[in-house]
Each structure stands twice: as structure tokens, then as C-alpha cells.
């Protein structure tokens, strides 16, 4: 499992909220090129985000927008599965099951329609994922609760494909 | 006429296009550089989504809180409970807050904060920490300024009025406290009459440098006045502490008349360094004193430690301790410039205000400059210490703040304005009309080692027409001024919550990126928390129930809860599984006489909630938190006292 130096943990990213989300996407309509952000904030431009749907590459389409650009599974890891098993029950399963629709969709068979590197993205990437990728946005009309942020390290989000190989019907290990 | 008009309208028709233009426009590095426009309303325009350059924390007064506001906007952003519960966020009402507030009174929900002091580090604000005393059961609190949370609380024994407090060293080695009231100590039942002689004031240095084991070093008996504010010396007099004392008449009734009769009080220089001494070579004798120490552990749990016993040093006992500086008039603030050199005090009832030389000090005491000595505490002579004195300061002079660029600033509280003085010259050299009646002022990093000399903050006492009225009760008052200049330039007003009585600044950028954003809850170590759904669960252990509740965007978990009966005591401990900022979630439920739960991500709060009959309850949450927010909420089914009714739980299906 993971260590963590930190008694309190002290993560620092730069993402935003639901409530930011919605705000910049009312924003986003009524601001016709990019705003007055804050210069020396990091942090997704929501403004310009979306107005960039058309730019998506095919590796994009296929792969999800993040920062994974392809995986390579290689041979199935039993020991990285039960890291992500753990991982997926702390992280995620508040809203996903595997063998039925809840809060997100069901997930048993992800893998045989996304690719690992798009599964990754969507974990690490929600926020952009939703407003920018067409599949995204088809899902998040359809459930309404956008994919939250729980803030994976790239590492985590690769043992969770792991452990996703072992579940899902089409296994792909 | 009408051709005239027409041009009006299009010169005012152009004008607004310009106006419109330039609000519109992106506020550039211009912001960065003052107040760039003779123009007040450009100088603290911060654009939406551009944040302030200043963080002002100010202390609630009568609130018992902390307000945090953005500079130049005067935008509130933040208010942090500290002595008060605060039931927006179930502060003082939830298990994990409430031993906050313990004192050895009991629960005490409410206090009196006037002066919050930001940490220092070489004499220079660090943004660690904020303080704050509560004057009216003495206390100081301690504010993490990662999560902009209270952390710490204790108790000061042997006082009473916490009102010269809590005033830092410059590496934060200690915040100090002492009593506005003198009273018998130990404490007795004895004649008020009798209180000259019996009466006595303390003067206490905590250890503030370590979070969570704040502690009263030692303690000061000190003659029966009336001390009042304070500031530590820094860089020349580092290792000294300047208190104000009025009332050295050691009168017991109408102060306001008998405590005005001498000419000169005292302002009191402690030497700690010299404490320290005292107290390690076994000078101080241990007086027994029962306080209570309140801190949030490791686990994110307020608990509460009774202790006993303090190190009283009497200034007999300790030669070089303590010396009182003769000062005109029922002198309140004592503040010291940059250097450490000069000790200013605002006599109120003074014609001047008199500055004090501390390396005159230090030479009048080695000459023994004495002119008498007060219960083991040499009195200095005036003019031996005195560097000079300001003239036509206006009228009550108050409380002095430094700009780092040779200029001191004066609040005169009668003649409503502030006085712009020269250091060394001692010439008023501008003043500005406040409005009304202003008593501390503010400068980021003006008591420091180090001003941001930019902006001013007037911290009024009354506000009369300022704002548009709302009943009898008004918002006090504060008003920014620009300081950047030769004159200063009233700026903004802007309304402030309870009694803004003191408050410090720092530059936004000592702090800002320093936020934690979420809690991980992988790393909560609350014994009540859950780390998934698969966790969730309800026990009985007699008539206590416990709810170990999880939520997460948008359901709870349980959400449907039987089996509870009438008189049961339920514990609902709330976990939020969320792991992204700003998705804070909050617990509300019918018929709860406490507060709501506010949870961060990765937190667990707790609060206990008693059905007083049978029915079915809902609970939500508070905090609009997705699309799906109201959708949001469960039910508890209460039954009837003795119900045999067996615990159930469960959501969806």
C-alpha cells in the first residue's frame, strides 16, 4: 500500500469544485473569450475549455484528455489488482459498482469500451473530461452528478485499471 | 438647448463607455503597484476572480470571533469561530469541537475577542498562526492559518479582563496576558473597599511556539492597576515586553473620575529574558492555579487537559525584572517602532504623546535615573527615558501603527482622526478625519519589524451615518486608507461583524498558497470515521446509538435508519468520503436543538441529536453541494420508549 508522510494530509491541487464547475459553465456562456483569471493561478481554464471540443484528436477521442497518454498492460498483475481493489473501495465505490448502474455507471465492462489510458483520464481528469470529450459529456447528461475529483495519484489510477481487468465480462488480462 | 443637452449626453455616453471600458479590462501589474489612479474607487476595485493583494484578520470584539478580509476590497471572506459557538458550521456544538471551550467555569460558549496577532519569525508576521484573547474569561486561542481553524485555547489563571493580550515575541517565544482588572489573588472573599494593597495585577507569558502545548511559562505579581495593552520589544529591545497601566490610583469605584486624578502612570518594561533567568535559578515560587488547556489532537479532536499550578516571579525576588516609565495619561496603547527604539504611548487623556527612548532606558537604569520605587519596581524619571514628545496629536490619542518608512500614525479617539508624525522629529505632518471615533488602527505588518506601508485601516467605534441604517445597531465601521503617499487618502469604508477592536495584515502571498485543501481519508485517524460505505453501520449500546454515516456526492450512507427510540442518545458521526476541494457536506436533522454538521473532505464530525418522540425524521444536507443536492436526505424511524424495534439500516434497494 501507500505511505504517507503526513498525519494530516496536506494536497494541494489545483482543481475545482462542483459548485466552481457549474459557475463556469453559466460563465462560460455569457463570456465571449477568455476572462480575467488569475494570471499566476494554475488551474484549468474552464472558459477556453470549451471552446475547444472540436480540437480533440483522434488520440484524444480514443484515449480520453489527461495526462496518460497510452498504457501498455502488459502481463495481469494479481498484487497491483488488490491495491486497486482497496483503492477502488475507499475511492470510488461511494458512487460506482461493478455489477450494476448506481450514482455512475456500472464498470464490469469499461474496459472492453474504453481504453485503460481513457479509464486513467477519467479518474486523474474529470472536470476537463466532462465538459470537453463528447463521451464524457454524454454521460454526465445522462447521470447528472459529475464525475468527482477524488484526487488519485497516477499510480493509484493504474492499480485501478488493474483491478478492473480482473473484473470486468471481457477480461482483458 | 437641446442641442446642448445632446452634447451632454454623448459626453456622458462617452464617458461611461471609458468607465465601462476600464472596469471591464483586466486588471494588469498596475494592481500590484498601488494605488495608481487619483481615483479611490480604481485603487480598490479588485475585478471578479482577482483576489485582494492583503489578507486583514479582524478581531469580532463582542463576537467572540475572527472575520477575514480581503485588502483594498474590504470583501469578507471568511469568519473564524474561535470563542463563540458558531452554528453555522456546528463549531462548539460538535464532539470534536466542543473541548475547546472548556475553562475551569464550565463550558463557556461566548468570549470578548479584541486583539488577534499574527506569528512572527525575526521580528516579521510568518503567517503560521493568528492569536486572540478573550478578555472575559482570560483566554488565548491559537488559529492555524493552513485551515483558518482554532486548534488551541487556554486558560490564564490568576487574571481577570485578558485585555492586554495576547502580544507576540518576535519568534513567536510567547504571547503575553494580563489583567485589565486587578483582584485579590489567590482569589477571596474580601471587601471591594479593601482593595488597595489587596488587590493585585498579573503579568503572564505564555509559550506560543508550539502548536498544541501552549503553556503559561510564568507569571508577574505586579501592583494593583489596570493594565491595558501591550507590545513586545523587537530588534533593539528584543527581550522586552512594554505594558500600559491606568488606574495607579488603585481606585475601586467611578474610575472614570478617581482613575483620572494622577498625572502620569506607568508604562511597565519587562525584561522576560531576564523572567527566564529568574525562573530557571529557582526564583519563582509555584502558586497553585487550576486552568484548562484545550487543543485538537492528531486525530482532529478537541480535548481538554486540567493543570495546575503556576511560577509566580515577585519583581522583589528578581532585580532587573521589571521598571515602571513615568507616562502622561491613563496612557492605553504602548507600540514600538521598527527598530525597537522608540516606545510610543497614547495617553488618552494627554496633551502629547510621549516616546519613549528604550537605549535611554537602558542607560537610566544603569545610572539608577530613579525616582522612586513601587512594591520592588524602581519608577524611571520621566525626562531620563523620554526621546520627545509629539505635539497637537488631537485630541485622545490612542494607538500608534508604522508605515517601515520613518512615519508613525496616531489615532486621536475624541477628535475622530489620525495623525501622520515623523519619527525623530516628532512633527505631525498630515492628518486625516475618521468616521467616527476611531480607536485601533492597522497597518499590514505595522507593529511588526516590517510594514507593508501601503494601506491603512481606521477601525472605527461608531458608524452613525456611514451606512444605510438598520435599526438601532449599526456595523462598525472601517475605513481604508491609502498610505502609499505624502497625504493620506481616505480610500473605502466597509462594514465589519461585532466590535472590529484590533486587527493585523499580511501580504496574501505568505498565506494563500499554504491552504490545505482536503483532508485524505486514507489518513483520518478519527475513531469514528469510516473509510467506505462498506463501513457504514448503526450500534446500540444501551441507549446510546451510534451512527457511522458516510457521505459522498449525493447520498448518504445509511439513509433509511429504524430501530431508534424515544429517548435515545444518537451520536451521528458524519464522514465525508469527498477527496476534492471546495465539497464540503453538511448534516442536518429535524428536531436536533444544536446545530447543523458542516463535514470537509476526508473529515468526520459528530453531533448527537436526542428524538424526543415517535415519527419519522428526515435529515439533509445543508450545503448545496451537486445538481443532485436535494436529492440529498434520509429518514430515521423513532419509535416509542422501550420499542423492541431492531436496529436497521440501509440505502438504495
Known amino acids: 500500500m501507500h505511505v504517507f508522510k503526513t498525519k494530516y494530509s496536506v494536497i494541494r491541487y489545483f482543481s475545482f469544485g462542483p459548485r466552481v464547475l457549474f459557475a463556469t459553465a453559466a460563465l462560460c456562456g455569457l463570456l465571449v473569450a477568455q476572462g480575467c483569471g488569475n494570471k499566476d493561478e494554475p488551474g484549468p481554464s474552464p472558459a477556453s475549455a470549451s471552446n475547444r471540443m472540436d480540437e480533440l484528436t483522434s488520440e484524444q477521442l480514443r484515449n480520453g484528455i489527461g495526462p496518460v497518454t497510452s498504457v501498455d498492460l502488459g502481463e495481469y498483475n494479481p498484487d497491483l489488482a488488490n491495491e486497486g481493489q482497496e483503492l477502488f473501495k475507499i475511492k470510488c465505490s461511494a458512487c460506482h459498482k461493478i455489477d450494476q448502474r448506481y450514482v455512475g455507471p456500472a464498470l464490469n465492462d469499461v474496459l472492453s469500451r474504453r481504453t485503460p489510458a481513457y479509464v486513467m483520464n477519467m479518474i486523474l481528469n474529470p472536470e476537463e473530461m466532462v465538459k470537453r470529450h463528447p ?33 470486468n465480462n471481457n477480461q482483458s488480462k | 438647448m437641446r442641442k446642448n443637452t445632446t452634447n451632454r449626453l454623448l459626453i456622458a455616453g462617452a464617458a461611461l463607455v471609458a468607465i465601462t471600458g476600464s472596469l471591464f479590462s483586466c486588471r494588469t501589474t498596475g494592481s500590484q503597484s498601488g494605488p495608481i489612479s487619483t481615483d479611490a474607487a480604481t485603487a480598490v476595485y479588485v475585478p471578479p476572480g482577482s483576489y485582494d493583494e492583503f489578507y486583514a484578520f479582524m478581531s469580532g470584539g463582542f463576537s467572540g470571533q475572527v472575520t ?24 462548539g456544538y460538535s464532539e470534536e469541537t466542543k473541548a475547546l471551550l472548556n475553562t475551569t467555569f464550565g463550558f463557556v460558549p461566548w468570549d470578548d475577542s479584541h486583539h488577534p496577532e499574527l506569528s512572527q519569525t525575526n521580528g516579521v508576521p510568518d503567517g503560521r498562526w493568528l492569536f486572540i484573547n478573550g478578555n472575559n474569561t482570560p483566554r488565548i486561542a491559537r488559529i492555524d492559518l493552513t485551515r483558518f481553524e482554532t486548534e488551541e485555547i487556554i486558560q490564564i489563571p490568576n487574571s481577570a479582563g485578558n485585555h492586554a493580550s495576547p502580544f507576540i515575541t518576535p519568534n513567536s517565544e510567547y504571547v503575553v496576558a494580563s489583567t485589565r482588572f486587578s483582584v485579590p489573588i489567590p482569589q477571596k472573599d474580601i471587601s471591594i473597599s479593601e482593595y488597595k494593597g489587596n488587590f493585585k495585577g498579573t503579568i503572564t507569558f505564555v509559550k506560543a511556539d508550539s502548536p498544541g502545548e501552549m503553556d503559561i511559562a510564568f507569571q508577574i505579581l505586579v501592583p494593583g492597576y489596570n493594565y491595558d495593552l501591550s507590545h513586545s520589544g523587537k530588534g533593539a529591545s528584543y527581550g522586552w515586553s512594554f505594558f500600559t497601566t491606568y488606574n495607579t490610583e488603585e481606585a475601586n469605584t467611578l474610575l472614570e473620575v478617581n482613575a483620572s486624578r494622577n498625572d502620569k502612570d506607568f508604562v511597565a518594561a519587562v525584561n522576560w529574558k531576564r523572567a527566564e533567568e529568574c525562573v530557571a535559578n529557582g526564583s519563582a515560587q509555584t502558586m497553585p492555579a487550576d486552568y484548562v488547556h484545550n487543543y485538537v489532537d492528531e486525530r482532529r479532536i478537541a480535548v481538554s487537559e486540567e ?30 517602532d521598527p527598530s525597537g527604539e522608540y516606545i510610543v504611548a497614547g495617553g488618552k487623556l494627554a496633551t502629547v504623546i510621549p516616546v519613549h527612548s528604550f537605549s535611554k532606558m537602558i542607560a537610566a537604569i544603569e545610572s539608577e535615573s530613579f525616582e522612586g520605587v513601587v512594591d520592588g519596581i524602581p519608577v524611571l524619571q520621566y525626562d531620563a527615558v523620554l526621546a520627545g514628545e509629539v505635539e497637537d496629536p488631537g485630541l485622545g490619542p490612542l494607538h500608534t501603527e508604522f508605515d517601515g518608512k520613518g512615519y508613525a500614525y496616531t489615532t486621536a479617539f475624541i477628535s475622530s482622526e489620525i495623525v501622520k508624525w515623523e519619527i525623530g522629529t516628532w ?56 498610505i502609499s503617499g505624502d497625504k493620506m487618502r481616505l480610500l473605502l469604508d466597509f462594514p465589519t461583524m461585532g466590535e472590529p477592536h484590533y486587527a493585523q495584515g499580511i501580504e496574501a502571498s505568505v498565506i494563500k498558497d499554504k491552504q490545505v485543501r482536503m483532508f485524505s481519508i486514507q489518513e483520518n485517524t478519527s475513531p469514528y470515521a469510516i473509510k467506505s460505505e462498506d463501513e457504514a453501520r448503526v450500534e446500540r449500546d444501551g ?7 458516510s457521505t459522498i456526492r449525493t447520498h448518504f450512507v445509511p439513509d433509511n435508519i429504524e430501530g431508534i427510540r424515544a429517548g435515545d442518545k444518537v451520536y451521528f458521526h458524519v464522514t465525508n468520503l469527498e477527496q476534492d476541494w471546495d465539497v464540503p457536506h453538511g448534516f442536518a436533522v429535524l428536531g436536533a436543538r444544536t446545530s447543523e454538521l458542516l463535514v470537509m473532505p476526508g473529515e468526520t464530525r459528530t453531533i448527537v441529536w436526542k428524538p424526543q418522540g415517535p415519527g419519522v425524521y428526515p435529515f439533509y444536507c445543508t450545503d448545496f453541494c451537486s445538481a443532485l443536492h436535494q436529492e440529498m436526505q434520509g429518514y430515521i424511524r423513532v419509535g416509542a420508549e422501550g420499542s423492541t424495534r431492531p436496529l436497521a439500516f440501509s440505502t438504495g434497494n
Open chain 2, 543 to 549: 441507549n446510546e446509538v451510534h451512527v457511522y454515516m
Open chain 2, 68 to 91: 477575514v478580509h480581503g485588502l483594498p476590497s474590504g470583501r469578507l471572506i471568511k469568519t473564524v469561530p474561535v470563542f463563540s459557538q458558531h452554528a453555522e458550521n456546528g463549531y
Open chain 2, 427 to 482: 512633527k505631525v505632518v498630515d492628518r486625516i478625519p475618521t468616521y467616527y471615533s476611531v480607536g485601533h488602527l492597522m497597518i499590514p505588518g505595522g507593529d511588526s519589524q516590517k510594514p507593508w506601508g501601503k494601506y491603512m485601516v481606521a477601525l472605527n467605534k461608531i458608524t452613525k451615518d456611514r451606512y444605510l441604517p438598520t435599526g438601532p445597531e449599526l456595523a462598525h465601521a472601517a475605513q481604508l486608507i491609502d
Open chain 2, 307 to 336: 493543570k495546575s499550578g503556576v511560577k509566580v516571579l515577585n519583581p522583589a525576588d528578581c532585580s532587573g525584572l521589571i521598571y515602571f516609565l513615568p507616562t502622561p495619561k491613563s496612557p492605553h496603547g504602548v507600540d514600538v
Open chain 1, 135 to 167: 463521451e464524457a459529456k454524454k454521460l454526465l447528461a445522462e447521470y447528472a452528478a459529475p464525475m468527482a475529483n477524488q484526487h488519485l495519484t497516477q499510480e493509484e489510477a493504474r492499480a485501478i485499471v488493474e483491478f478492473l481487468r480482473n473484473t
